[in-house]
C-alpha cells in the first residue's frame, strides 16, 4: 500500500530531476549517454527479460566505461550489467503496486567522466484477477401485486475484482424467471451499480405467478465474470377469488332417492398461499337453491367444510322436474368468492302407469292393405322414460279380434302400430260390416300384467273402407261405326255405351268424350251414356271422325273405361267455287280500256259427285251503275284444261282521283248450280296530274334532352295526287336557325337544343314536272319539353281508330280527338301543374285484335329501335296507342283507367285498354312470373295528317322474367319528383338524397301506411261506401301478402284484384267478423274461410296474412298468436302454448299450371269502384262490379305485399276514404308524443312509445347512450322477467364497419335453442333454432350494414314464424319466415339466456367458440323492455348486467382526420377538398353546406334552403352550421322542419339553431349600430366644428347615412305574430289557398299535414340584375322602395344568395323588413339599422 502510494509521488520528482540534468548538459564531455530519458515497458509478472542497451558516447579512446544504476531499484528487480550497460529484469513487476519504475544510471570512465540518464520503465497490465461476489445466494422478499414506486431495487449486489485498471470495472447482467427480451420483464439490474430493480407487479399465484422467482446475477470485466443467485421471495395478499376447475358439475340421481343421499361433491381451488392467514381456507354454500313448491324447504344441502352436497329430503318426482341447477359458491378467509354451477338430472323410475291418448279409437281403414302395413297408431302417454311397453288384444273382446295385432314402436312417439294378420276385402261382407275389440298396454312393471296399475285398456272400432281398384265395365260392345252425311241434322242419336261399376259405388258412373278426339265439340253424350251428333259435320274439313267415350267412376283415385265411336262423314255439294289466281291487279290510271285480269277458281267439294268444274263466272247482275259502266266480265269455257276462266275487262278511262279502287262482284257457280259473290279488286295507281295549292301544318313536338336531331315529318302542300313526291322541290322561303329540310324530301328536322315555344316556318314547294313553281307551304312548330322521368310515368291509351284519325282536325275547325284527350285528362286531374301532353305511337293492324296489349312498341334489352314515319290515310290501321305525360302525377294511368268512359265520350271513340300489360307474348312462359318497365327508347315517332301533325319520343317496353324489373340507376342518387311522396322535401346530401317527411308519413320516402274507409256513412260520405285504387300485384308465382284491420263490421270487402268477373282475381273479405279469401288464377276458384277464427271485428288491430307459392296457399290470422296486434301482453306471464292452429291458420292446394296474376288491374281495397260515365249512359250500371260486397268501415294500414309495404296516401286514387286513421291517432285523442316517439294501440287505448335511441314517454327528449364493444367485448344480462315462449321481440340500435359478429342472442338452458341476430358478410340476418327442427337462418341479402352508420334493427318471432327488419323496413330492408310449423317455443332463461356482443359457447365447461361483434349497440328492448348497458347503466327495472367485458361508454372514436392532411400523407385529400372525419373512417368533401363544382374545380356554398326543408310554410334560413339551415315555424307547428303539430299554441315556434343564428344577428347589429353612431357622433361633431355641411340635400352627402323613415308605432317585442287562421285539432287549417303566391316570413297560415302543396313562393332576381339595381339605387331610392314593397317575397338570406328576394340583393335586410306584410311590428330603429346596412 505504501509502495502504491510513494510510485505517483516520485515521478514528479524524477521529472524534476530529468530537468536538471539536461541543464547540466548530461554528464562530463568524457562520456554521456546518447538520451537522458530512456522509455521502456514490460507486461507484469514478466520474470525476466533484457530491457534497453544503454550504450554512451566516449570521448577519449579506447577507454573503459562502467555502468551501474545510482537511484530506483530499491527493490533490485532490475539489473545493469557494469562492463555492456544491458539494462534487465530480474524479478516480476506488479502493475498493482506500480504502474512504472524510474530508474537512474550512471556511467563513469576511468573515474574521471561521469555521465547520467533516466530510464522510465512502464508495467503494462495484464487481468489476473477475476470478479467475486461475496457470497453466492442473495434472498430478499417483497409483496405480490405491489405497484408502488415503480421500477424501484429491492436488493444490490456488489462483486469485486482484483485489477486496478480497465479489468477491473465490472458491469451486471441478469437472467431468470420473468426476464424476456421484450419490454415486459419482471426484473432488470443496474449494469454499474448492481442494483436489482423489479419493474412490475409480481403474481404468486398460478397460473400465471410465482412463489419464488429465480433470479441469476452475472458480473464481468470483460473477459472474467462470475455469478450470483437472486432469489426473490412474494409475501402473499388475499387476490385470488376460490375456482372450480370444473365449472359445471354433473350427477345424477334417481327420483326415490332417500334423504342425505350424496350428489356429487363440490371442490373449489383457491390459489393463495394456504400459510397465509385465512386466504386460501374455503367455505361452501348454495345460491339460487332449488326449493320444494309444496313445502318450501330446499332440495339440496352443501357441507359447508367439504363441499358435499346431499338431499334434503326425499323422493323426488322427476315427471315434474326433470332436472335442477343450482349455483354452489365458495368463500375464501379474505370474502373472496368463486361460482360454479351444479346440474343435477333426475333419474327416472317407473312410477307411472301407461295411458292411451284416447279410451276409444274410430278408425276408417281402406281395404286391400297388406300385414306389413300401420292402420294406425294407438299412442300412449306415460311420463316414465324407462318404459318397456308391451300390447295385446284381449281375446273375445269383440268382432275380428283374432284377424288383427299390435306391435310395440321402437322409434319415435310412444303407442302400438296396429296391423291386419291377412288383407281386408270390402267385398268380404264379414269385414264390410265394421270390427270392434279392445287393445291393452303394459308398461312392464315387476309383475307385468298381473300389475293392473301398469294396465291400461282402449276400444278400437274399425270400419273398412273401399277403394276404386276396379275400372267401370261396359254392360255390351265397346266399338261403333256409323256413316253419316256432312248436312246430317243435329242433334242425332248415333250409339249408346252404357257401364258399370263393380266397387261399392255401384253403378255410379260418369260419361265423357275424350276433347283431343273431338276438338270441334261435334259429339256429345250423356248421363246414360247416349252419345249424340251435336254439331255440323264438314267432310272438307274430317272424312272420318274417331270419337271415344270415357266411362269414369266416382272412386278415389278415379278410374276410366274407354269405347270407340267411328263416324264416316260423305259429301254434299255445299262449297261454292273460290277465286284461286289474280285476286287483284293494279290499273294505271288514264290508260286505255283492256283485258285486266284472268280469273281461276276452284272448289274443295267431291268433284266425282258432280260437285266440281265445269265453273261458270259473270258479272254481278245487281252491281251498281258506277262498276257496270267501266267493267265487263266474261268466260273462257276452254280456259284451265277446261274447267273455265273468268276474263275482266275495263270499258272506261280510269281516274285515281275519282276512284283510288275498284271492287269486281263475281257470280261464280259450279257444275252442280252451287253459285256464290265473290270479290275482284283492282287497284288504280297514281300519275302526276293534279297541281299543288298552298297549304299550313301546325306540328306540336314533345322533345327529350338528347343529342340528335328531330324528325318533324313532311312539309305539307295540298296535292290531290299521292306519289308525285320525287317530283316535287322544297326550299326555305324565309330559313329559320335551328330547323333543316331536305329539298328532295321535303322532311323537315329540328335541332336538339332548340328552346320550348313557338316557331313559324315559310317554305315554298316546286314540281318541274307540272312546270308548277313556288307554291306556299307554311309549318308553325310548338315546341315542348318533356323529362325521361314524365316519360317513365307515362300513362298509355289504346283507341279506336288509326294515328291519322286521332290527330286530324274537324272539320270547321273541331279539335282533334287528340286535343278533346287532353283537354278531358287535365279537367280529371287533381295533382300535378295542369300541364298534360299526349302523342301518338305506332298502331296496330286490325288482324291484331286480341292480343293487341302485346303490341306495344317493344325492343328487346340491346338496343331501341329506329325513329319512324307513321304516315297518314295511305296505310288504314284500326288501333292507335296514345301516351299521356302530366308532370306532377304518378297515379296517371290509373285516373286514365277510372275515367275511361268519360273519356270515350269525350273523345267520341272507344278505348279499348289502359296501360302496359305486364306479361307479353315473350314472357308469359315465365314460370318466375313476369315484369313491364317504361322507358324512353331513342328517337322520335311522327304522325302526320294533312294539316296536323304531332312528334313525341319513341316509348319502348322492357319486360322480363322475375317478379319486379331490375333496379333503375336514376334511384335515389338525386332528387327527383317522385324522391318523396305525400308533400315530402327531398334534400341532397353527401351520400345521395334525405327526405323530410311531413307529420303521419313512415320512413325514408315518406310513405302513408294507414288509410280510413267511411264505408257509406256519415256526412257528406260516398253512399257506395269507400274505396281507394292501389297499384296492381305483382305477376309473381310467390306471394306473401299482409295486412292490419280495425273494424266493427262484421262483413266487408277488404281487397279485390281483378276484373269485373272473377277471372285471376283475389278477393279477401270479412264474413260474419272471420276472414274469407276466394283465389282465381284462370284455372278453377279456390276458397279459404276461418269460420273457427274468433272474429276481427272487435275495433282492435288483427293482422291477416296470405301466402301462396309452391302449389299452396295459406291464410293466418295474427300469426297465430291468439292476440290483437296491440294487445298488451301481461309481463308475468311464464308459460304460453301455441293456440289451435284450426283457429288461426288454413291452407288449400293450388291447381297445377301458373300461380300468377297477369293482369295489370288496380288492387282496389276497402270497396269496389263504380267508374263514372255521362248522365245520358244508360249502361253506367252495367259497368260497375257484378259482385255485391258490403264496403268496409274502419282502418287498414300495414299493407305489405311481399317485402314492399304499400303507400296509402295522396297518389292513391279513391273516394269515401282519407289517408291516416282518426280513431288512432294520438294527437287527435289529446296525447302528443313529440318528435321522438310513435302512437301505438287500439281506440281507446292510445300510447306513445319512445323511438329506438330516446326514453322519457310521452315526450320522449332524453336520449339514450350507446355502449362500444371493444374486438372482445359482450354482455351478459339477467331480466327479471320471463319472456313469452310463443312471441319475441327484439329491437336495438347498431353501428359498426366490422362484417361479422353477434349483436344479441337468446337462448334457453345450456343454449339448446336460441334466437340470435348477427351480421354475416355485412348481412344482417336471424338464426332460429328450435330443436328437434334443424337452424334456420333469415339474412337481409340486399342490405350492406357494415357502413358506420347507425341502423335500427327490429326481429319479431311467433312460433317459428321470423320478421326482420331495418331502420324502415321497407323494401331490401325486410325479410320473413311465414312457416308454422312445430310448436314453436323458445324457453328463455332469464339469468343466463341472454347475451350481447360476443357468442360464448360452453362446451363441457370450456368456451369452444367465440363471435364477438366490433361497434356500438344502443337502446336495446326485449319485449319492448330496455335492458341496461354498461358501464353507463349496469341495472334497470328490466335486468341487470352481471357480467361483461371490453366495453367502452358511448360511441365516440377518434378522428381519422387527424393525420388526414392536404399534404402527402397516407391519406390524402385533394385541394380544395378537406377529410371530413365518418366515424372509424373518412372522406374527402367539402364539409357540410358546400358542394364541389366540377366545372370550376372549387367548393361553393349549397343553399339547401332552396329545396324548401321547413314544412307546414315555415321559413328557412341558411347557415353554415348542422344540416346547414334552420326552420322558423308558424303557428300551430313546432319541431326542427317544423314537422310536427302543435294544438293550443300560438306563439311562434324556432329550433335552438334558429334561436342561436338569430341571437348571433341581433349581436352583430348592435355592434354596428355603436359603430355607426360613434362614427356618425364624431362626422357631426366635425361639421359643427367646420361650420357647415357638405354635399347633397336634406343633410344626406356621399356616403351618408340615408333619411330615416317616418317612426311607426311598435311593440317592445322583437316579433308581433298576427296568425290568419288557427290551426284545426288535425293540424290542418281551415281554409288554405292553393294560388298564394306571397308567403309573409312571420304571418303564415297552418297547412295541413297530410298536403303535398304548402304554397309556399320563392322569388329570386339574378344576380346580374341585383348587381344592376344596386348600381341604379341611392341612398334616398332604397328608402322609398322599402316603404312600397309591401306584397313582395322576403327574398334575404344572411349570405350572399338570392332564393327568394324580388327587389333587393342578397344580404339586404332592409328589403326583408320593408317588403315583408306590415302586420309585422319590429322594434324601433331596426329598420333603420337594415337600410344603414344596405348603403
Not at 298 to 311: A, F, K, M, N, R
Request: with cysteine; charged share 20%.
Amino acid at each position: 500500500m505504501a509502495v502504491n502510494v510513494l510510485v505517483p509521488l516520485l515521478i514528479p520528482l524524477g521529472e524534476q530531476l530529468t530537468n536538471v540534468t539536461q541543464l547540466m548538459g548530461g554528464g562530463s564531455g568524457a562520456v554521456a549517454f546518447l538520451q537522458d530519458v530512456y522509455h521502456v515497458s514490460v507486461r507484469e509478472n514478466t520474470k525476466a527479460a533484457s530491457l534497453i542497451d544503454l550504450t554512451p558516447t566516449v570521448t577519449l579512446p579506447g577507454a573503459v566505461v562502467e555502468y551501474k544504476i545510482t537511484e530506483g531499484n530499491q527493490d533490485g528487480a532490475f539489473h545493469l550489467d557494469p562492463l555492456t550497460g544491458i539494462l534487465s529484469l530480474i524479478s516480476p513487476l506488479d502493475f498493482e503496486q506500480a504502474q512504472r519504475h524510474v530508474l537512474v544510471v550512471a556511467c563513469r570512465v576511468g573515474g574521471v567522466g561521469v555521465g547520467e540518464a533516466r530510464v522510465v520503465v512502464g508495467v503494462d497490465d495484464e487481468n489476473d484477477h477475476a470478479p467475486t461476489f461475496p457470497r453466492e445466494r442473495h434472498e430478499t422478499q417483497i409483496t405480490e401485486e405491489d405497484d408502488r414506486h415503480l421500477p424501484k431495487t429491492i436488493i444490490t449486489v456488489t462483486a469485486k475484482d482484483g485489477d486496478a485498471g480497465e479489468w477491473g470495472q465490472l458491469s451486471y447482467s441478469i437472467s431468470g424467471d420473468g426476464i424476456t427480451h421484450d419490454n415486459t420483464s419482471a426484473f432488470d439490474v443496474h449494469t454499474t451499480t448492481g442494483d436489482v430493480l423489479v419493474l412490475r407487479p409480481l403474481d404468486r399465484d398460478p397460473p400465471h405467478g410465482h412463489p419464488r422467482w429465480r433470479l441469476r446475477v452475472r458480473a464481468t470485466d470483460g473477459e472474467l465474470d462470475t455469478f450470483t443467485d437472486v432469489i426473490v421471495n412474494l409475501k402473499d395478499v388475499n387476490d385470488n377469488a376460490p375456482v372450480f376447475p370444473n365449472p359445471v358439475l354433473q350427477a345424477a340421481i334417481s327420483e326415490d332417492t332417500p334423504k342425505g343421499a350424496l350428489v356429487v361433491k363440490a371442490e373449489a381451488v383457491d390459489n393463495d398461499d394456504p400459510r397465509e392467514g385465512t386466504n386460501a381456507h374455503l367455505t361452501y354454500s348454495l345460491e339460487k337453491n332449488v326449493v320444494d313448491e309444496s313445502s318450501g324447504s330446499p332440495i339440496l344441502v352443501i357441507d359447508s367444510h367439504s363441499g358435499l352436497i346431499t338431499t334434503a329430503l326425499c323422493c323426488l318426482d322427476r315427471e315434474k322436474t326433470q332436472r335442477y341447477v343450482v349455483q354452489v359458491v365458495a368463500t375464501d378467509g379474505g370474502g373472496l368468492k368463486g361460482t360454479g354451477t351444479v346440474l343435477v338430472e333426475v333419474e327416472d323410475v317407473n312410477d307411472v302407469p301407461p295411458r292411451f291418448s284416447r279410451p276409444e279409437w274410430s278408425l276408417s281403414v281402406p281395404e286391400r292393405r297388406s300385414p306389413h302395413q300401420v292402420l294406425a297408431t294407438l299412442t300412449v302417454l306415460d311420463q316414465d322414460i324407462t318404459n318397456n311397453f308391451s300390447f295385446r288384444i284381449v281375446p273375445g273382446s269383440g268382432h275380428g279380434w283374432q284377424l288383427f295385432r299390435v306391435e310395440g314402436r321402437s322409434v319415435g312417439v310412444a303407442g302400438g302400430d296396429l296391423r291386419p294378420i291377412e288383407p281386408l276385402d270390402y267385398e268380404n261382407p264379414d269385414h264390410r260390416r265394421g270390427f270392434r275389440f279392445r287393445v291393452q298396454v303394459t308398461d312392464m312393471g315387476e309383475l307385468g300384467w298381473s300389475d293392473k296399475y301398469h294396465v291400461d285398456g282402449t276400444w278400437v272400432n274399425l270400419h273398412v273402407v273401399d277403394e276404386n281398384d276396379n275400372p267401370p265395365t261396359f254392360t255390351a260392345h265397346t266399338h261403333a261405326h256409323h256413316t253419316l252425311p256432312e248436312d246430317a241434322h243435329t242433334p242425332t242419336v248415333l250409339s249408346s255405351f252404357t257401364a258399370f261399376d263393380l266397387d261399392g259405388g255401384g253403378d255410379v258412373v260418369s260419361y265423357t268424350i275424350d276433347p283431343e278426339s273431338d276438338p270441334g265439340g261435334l259429339f256429345s253424350v250423356d248421363a246414360t251414356g247416349t252419345v249424340r251428333l251435336v254439331g255440323g259435320l264438314d267432310r272438307e274439313t274430317a272424312e272420318v271422325h274417331t270419337v271415344l267415350v270415357w266411362a269414369t267412376d266416382h272412386g278415389d283415385p278415379s278410374r276410366t273405361a274407354t269405347a270407340t265411336l267411328t263416324v264416316n262423314v260423305t259429301d254434299v255439294n255445299d262449297n261454292p267455287p273460290f277465286l284461286v289466281s289474280a285476286r287483284e291487279v293494279w290499273v294505271e290510271e288514264n290508260g286505255d280500256p283492256g283485258e285486266v285480269g284472268r280469273v281461276r277458281l276452284d272448289d274443295p267439294d267431291d268433284w266425282n259427285q258432280g260437285y266440281g268444274p265445269p265453273f261458270s263466272i259473270s258479272l254481278d247482275p245487281d252491281a251498281p251503275p258506277d262498276i257496270t259502266n267501266i267493267i265487263s266480265v266474261t268466260l273462257d269455257p276452254g280456259g284451265d284444261g277446261g274447267r273455265g276462266v273468268g276474263v275482266v275487262a275495263t270499258v272506261a278511262v280510269l281516274d285515281r282521283e275519282e276512284t283510288k279502287c275498284v271492287l269486281v262482284p263475281l257470280v261464280v257457280a259450279d257444275n252442280g248450280s252451287l253459285s256464290a259473290t265473290v270479290t275482284f279488286t283492282i287497284h288504280v295507281s297514281d300519275l302526276n296530274d293534279n297541281p299543288m295549292t298552298p297549304a299550313a301544318r301546325t306540328l306540336t313536338v314533345y322533345t327529350l334532352k338528347h343529342e340528335e336531331v328531330v324528325p318533324l315529318g313532311q312539309v305539307y302542300v295540298h296535292d290531290l295526287d299521292e306519289e308525285d313526291d320525287a317530283a316535287k322541290i322544297y326550299t326555305w322561303k324565309h330559313p329559320h336557325p335551328g330547323f333543316s329540310i331536305n329539298v328532295s324530301s321535303g322532311h323537315l328536322f329540328m335541332d336538339a337544343n332548340t328552346l320550348d315555344g313557338r316557331y313559324t316556318l315559310q317554305f315554298l314547294v316546286s314540281d318541274p314536272s307540272l312546270n308548277q313553281m313556288d307554291v306556299a307551304a307554311n309549318v308553325t312548330v310548338e315546341v315542348k319539353h318533356v323529362t325521361s322521368h314524365e316519360v317513365t310515368h307515362a300513362g298509355h291509351l289504346t283507341l279506336e281508330g288509326d294515328p291519322y284519325e286521332i290527330i286530324r282536325q274537324g272539320y270547321q275547325g273541331e279539335s282533334s280527338i287528340l286535343e278533346r284527350l287532353m283537354t278531358a285528362t287535365k279537367a280529371f286531374l287533381s295533382s300535378g301543374n295542369g300541364e298534360v301532353m299526349a302523342w301518338v305511337d305506332e298502331a296496330a293492324e286490325d288482324d291484331a285484335v286480341e292480343s293487341d296489349e302485346d303490341r306495344i312498341v317493344e325492343v328487346d334489352e340491346g338496343g331501341a329501335e329506329s325513329q319512324g314515319v307513321v304516315p297518314g290515310p295511305k296505310q288504314q290501321r284500326r288501333w292507335t296507342r296514345v301516351w299521356l305525360a302530366a308532370p306532377g302525377v304518378y297515379n296517371l294511368n290509373t285516373v286514365l283507367l277510372y275515367r275511361r268512359f268519360q273519356l270515350s265520350e269525350a273523345m267520341g271513340v272507344g278505348v279499348r285498354s289502359v296501360g302496359v300489360p305486364r306479361c307479353g307474348r315473350e314472357t308469359r312462359s315465365c314460370k318466375s312470373g313476369c315484369w313491364a318497365r317504361v322507358e324512353a327508347g331513342g328517337g322520335f315517332v311522327v304522325v302526320d295528317a294533312e294539316e296536323s301533325g304531332v312528334v313525341g319520343p319513341r316509348v319502348v317496353v322492357r319486360r322480363g322474367c322475375g317478379c319486379q324489373s331490375p333496379p333503375s340507376h336514376r334511384h335515389y342518387h338525386t332528387c327527383l319528383p317522385n324522391t318523396c311522396l305525400n308533400g315530402g322535401r327531398c334534400i341532397p346530401t353527401s351520400t345521395g338524397t334525405r327526405c323530410i317527411c311531413p307529420y303521419g308519413t313512415w320512413g325514408s320516402r315518406c310513405k302513408v301506411l294507414s288509410r280510413h274507409f267511411d264505408g257509406g256513412e256519415g256526412r257528406g260520405a260516398n253512399p257506395e261506401g269507400g274505396w281507394a285504387w292501389l297499384p296492381p300485384l305483382p305477376a309473381c308465382p310467390e306471394i306473401h301478402l299482409s295486412l292490419e284491420i280495425l273494424t266493427v263490421d262484421q262483413d266487408s270487402l277488404l281487397l279485390y284484384s281483378g276484373p269485373d268477373t272473377p277471372s285471376e282475381s283475389v278477393i279477401l273479405e270479412l264474413r260474419g267478423g272471420r276472414p274469407y279469401l276466394q283465389l282465381d288464377f284462370g284455372d278453377g276458384e279456390i276458397t279459404l274461410d276461418l269460420r273457427s277464427s274468433y272474429t276481427l271485428a272487435d275495433n282492435t288491430w288483427h293482422r291477416i296474412d296470405v301466402v301462396w307459392k309452391d302449389e299452396l296457399v295459406e291464410m293466418i290470422v295474427d300469426l297465430c298468436s291468439g292476440v290483437g296486434v296491440d294487445a298488451v301482453l301481461s309481463q308475468n306471464t311464464r308459460t304460453s302454448t301455441p293456440p289451435d292452429a284450426h283457429t288461426c291458420r288454413v291452407a288449400a292446394r293450388l291447381p297445377t299450371g301458373a300461380h300468377i296474376i297477369s293482369n295489370a288491374h288496380p288492387l282496389q281495397m276497402g270497396g269496389l269502384a263504380s267508374l263514372p260515365s255521362s248522365k245520358d249512359d244508360k249502361d253506367s250500371k252495367a259497368r260497375g262490379s257484378s259482385h255485391n260486397f258490403t264496403p268496409f268501415r274502419g282502418c287498414i294500414r300495414n299493407l305489405r305485399i311481399n317485402k314492399g309495404l304499400v303507400d296509402l296516401g295522396v297518389v292513391v286514387l279513391s273516394s269515401g276514404s282519407s289517408p291516416g286513421c282518426p280513431s288512432t291517432d294520438c294527437l287527435l285523442g289529446g296525447l302528443r308524443c313529440g318528435l321522438h316517439a310513435g302512437c301505438y294501440g287500439p281506440p281507446g287505448a292510445l300510447r306513445c312509445e319512445c323511438d329506438l335511441g330516446w326514453s322519457g314517454p310521452p315526450s320522449c327528449t332524453t336520449s339514450t347512450t350507446p355502449t362500444t364493444l371493444k374486438a372482445n367485448g359482450f354482455i351478459k344480462i339477467s331480466l327479471s322477467f320471463t319472456p313469452l315462449p310463443y312471441t319475441n321481440v327484439l329491437s336495438l340500435r347498431f353501428r359498426t364497419r366490422r362484417d361479422g359478429g353477434q349483436l344479441i342472442s337468446l337462448s334457453s338452458n345450456w343454449g339448446r335453442d336460441h334466437l340470435a341476430l348477427q351480421l354475416m358478410s355485412g348481412r344482417l340476418c336471424v338464426r332460429l333454432q328450435l330443436h328437434p327442427d334443424p337452424a334456420k337462418c333469415l339474412c337481409l341479402t340486399h342490405a350492406l350494414l357494415a357502413d358506420g352508420q347507425w341502423h335500427t334493427a327490429s326481429v319479431v318471432r311467433h312460433g317459428s314464424a321470423t320478421f326482420l327488419a331495418v331502420d324502415d323496413g321497407d323494401g331490401d330492408l325486410y325479410t320473413s319466415s311465414i312457416s308454422l310449423e312445430g310448436l314453436g317455443l323458445l324457453q328463455v332463461d332469464p339469468r343466463q339466456g341472454v347475451q350481447l356482443g360476443g357468442k360464448v359457447v360452453l362446451q363441457e365447461g370450456r368456451v369452444s367458440s367465440q363471435h364477438y361483434f366490433e361497434g356500438c349497440l344502443d337502446d336495446v328492448r326485449i319485449g319492448g323492455r330496455s335492458v341496461p348497458l354498461p358501464p353507463t347503466r349496469n341495472v334497470s327495472e328490466w335486468g341487470e348486467a352481471v357480467e361483461w367485458q371490453g366495453l367502452d361508454e358511448g360511441c365516440v372514436t377518434p378522428s381519422l382526420c387527424t393525420n388526414t392532411t392536404t399534404t402527402n400523407t397516407t391519406n390524402t385529400c385533394t385541394p380544395p377538398l378537406a377529410c371530413q372525419d365518418t366515424w372509424r373512417s373518412y372522406t374527402c368533401s367539402c364539409g357540410g353546406g358546400r358542394v364541389f363544382d366540377s366545372e370550376r374545380g372549387a367548393c361553393q356554398d349549397q343553399d339547401l334552403c332552396l329545396f324548401s326543408p321547413c314544412l307546414n310554410r315555415g321559413s328557412c334560413i341558411t347557415t353554415h352550421q348542422g344540416p346547414g339551415y334552420v326552420c322558423v315555424c308558424p303557428v300551430g307547428f313546432s319541431g326542427p322542419n317544423c314537422r310536427l303539430p302543435d294544438l293550443g299554441d300560438t306563439s311562434l315556434k324556432m329550433s335552438v339553431g334558429a334561436l342561436v343564428v338569430i341571437l348571433v344577428w341581433c349581436v352583430f347589429v348592435l355592434l354596428l349600430v355603436c359603430a355607426f353612431l360613434l362614427h356618425h357622433h364624431h362626422k357631426r361633431s366635425g361639421v359643427r366644428r367646420s361650420g357647415g355641411t357638405s354635399g347633397g340635400q336634406n343633410g344626406v352627402g356621399k356616403g351618408g347615412p340615408p333619411p330615416t323613415p317616418s317612426p311607426t308605432p311598435h311593440t317592445p317585442n322583437l316579433i308581433h305574430l298576427h296568425p290568419i287562421h288557427p290551426a284545426t285539432p288535425n293540424g290542418q287549417a281551415h281554409s288554405v289557398n292553393q294560388n298564394i303566391a306571397d308567403v309573409d316570413l312571420l304571418q303564415m297560415d297552418a297547412a295541413s299535414v297530410y298536403s303535398s302543396s304548402e304554397g309556399l313562393h320563392h322569388c329570386c332576381t339574378t344576380r346580374h340584375q341585383q348587381q344592376q339595381q344596386q348600381q341604379q339605387r341611392t341612398a334616398g331610392q332604397q328608402g322609398e322602395e322599402a316603404e312600397g314593397s309591401t306584397n313582395s317575397c322576403c327574398g334575404d338570406d344572411f349570405r350572399n344568395y338570392c332564393y327568394e328576394g324580388e327587389g333587393s340583393t342578397a344580404g339586404s335586410l332592409s328589403s326583408c323588413l320593408e317588403s315583408c306584410s306590415g302586420s309585422s311590428k319590429f322594434l324601433g330603429g331596426f329598420r333603420e339599422v337594415a337600410q344603414l346596412l344596405d348603403s
